[in-house]
């Protein structure tokens, strides 16, 4: 079942990328499998699924350490990262999509440098200015870039993430969408050494054929793919 929903949200992105007159290959599918067991993540792996999201760095230390999930997986860290746990995850996953103050920089920094190497990241935009979200506004976001670009040189700032509002037609980010879109083209624009602006991480079950028609690279599946999540259990 598991495996059959992730072709079916692949081919879903496929017809999007279509529509948007996009190569598909310039979107990549993230089955986001926080809650789920990890025969599921298996399921989805043998379906061809290679990335995917957690956003909670106790569950994703678990899962990249498990023996039965291929090593060939990659992890991206979706949610909230607290700074006393950047070092946990910080040489293991290959993208943290959740990056909103200059601390949580800074120590994924020093951790990076610990390490040895360079971390991308993303920049966690709260284009909806919801207060129950994580995420700089789009009108700090510049300056965070920049500051993080010209102080800290084992990060490196390649894009954008958003989490849209929750809504019934998803026409309704498409909006948000665009203007996160804008904002990636304007810090383009500046040329900023050491900041590229690659990916858009934008678009979850609900809303990512939008998203993918307002440029995103980057969809974020969970419930599509993984069905519904139980967090009573
Ligand atoms: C849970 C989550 C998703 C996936 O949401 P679905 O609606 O289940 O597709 C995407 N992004 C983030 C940051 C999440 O926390």
């Not at 279509?18 to 990890?38: F, M, W």
């Not at 999509?97 to 991308?120: T, Y």
């Not at 990512?208 to 419930?223: D, H, K, M, Y």
């Amino acid at each position: 079942m598991v495996g059959d929903n992730y072709k079916r949200t692949l081919e879903r992105v496929h017809k999007a990328c279509e529509r948007a007159g996009r190569d598909p290959s310039e979107v990549t599918l993230i089955a986001v499998s926080k809650t789920k067991p990890e025969d599921m993540l298996l399921e989805a792996y043998n379906a061809g699924a290679r990335e995917f999201g957690e956003n909670k760095v106790q569950e994703l230390s678990h899962k990249m350490s498990s023996n039965i999930l291929p090593k060939d997986i990659k992890w991206h860290m979706i949610g909230h990262l607290q700074r006393n746990k950047v070092k946990y995850i910080i040489d293991k996953v290959s993208l943290i999509h959740s990056v909103d103050s200059f601390r949580l920089a800074e120590e994924i920094n020093i951790q990076a440098k610990k390490c040895g190497i360079i971390v991308p990241i993303l920049i966690e935009v709260n284009a909806a200015n919801e207060e129950s979200k994580f995420g700089v506004s789009l009108e700090d976001a510049p300056e965070l870039i920049r500051q993080i670009a010209s102080e800290l040189n084992s990060v490196r700032v390649t894009g954008l993430m958003t989490v849209a509002p929750y809504v019934v037609d998803s026409n309704e980010n498409r909006e948000i969408f665009h203007k996160i879109r804008d904002l990636s083209v304007d810090i383009d624009k500046e040329k900023i050494d050491n900041v590229s602006m690659e990916n858009l991480s934008m678009g979850m079950s609900n809303d990512f054929e939008v998203a993918i028609e307002e440029g995103a690279t980057i969809v974020r599946v969970g419930t599509d793919i993984f069905g519904e999540r139980n967090y009573n259990l």
